[in-house]
């Protein structure tokens, strides 16, 4: 199974005055475990041997994903603004590499090749699920204006990202559905 993880710092949201300026930062990290064998069956249990777990079973591979928010708002006679939108995405993606590759029978590279880019794929997904969201809290945030205080647009708009941040976890719950029971056994 492949895993998909969400930290949720949760939305800070400052009143202040700066520069409008709109900002998505992506931080992404890789992260690898090793795996061993020279037929599909050797790495299928090093795998079960090495692989983190938890209680579904093993995780082959893994996104998770951190948010930080940070939006500030400049209040005008009658109305509010959005003046500043940082949103940091910081993403960690697991996948195994596998370390008997060039001591392989070129049918076992053929099994691991399909293997692992159909895990790859899928963890991709997620990513492109995360970046997606997190770029239409942007859109939605940035610049935003409304009549009325400061305090009801915050409101509005942590309503409006909480959505689509929930929208999001509901693709990545349907995204880990779709994912295939390998055979590299
Ligand atoms: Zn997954």
Known sequence: MSKYTAVFSGFVFMVGVGAARADVKLDITYSTYQLRGLSRQAIHEDLHRVAKRDSDGIIEGEVSDDWHWNFQFEA??????????????????????????????????????????????????????????????????????????????????????????????????????????????
């Open 76 to 185: 005008a006679e009658n109305s509010c603004r959005v003046s500043s939108d940082e949103i940091v995405l910081k993403l960690n993606i697991l996948l195994p590499t596998w370390a008997d590759e060039e001591r392989a029978d070129q049918a076992v590279r053929t099994a691991w090749a399909s293997y692992f880019q159909e895990l790859k794929a899928h963890e991709y997904g997620h990513k492109t699920i995360a970046v997606d969201a997190a770029e239409q809290v942007s859109k939605l945030t940035h610049g935003a204006t409304a009549p009325g205080s400061c305090t009801a647009l915050e409101q509005s708009l942590n309503r409006a990202a909480k959505q689509i941040v929930e929208k999001s976890e509901k693709a990545q719950d349907q995204l880990e559905a779709t994912l295939p029971s390998y055979t590299l056994e």
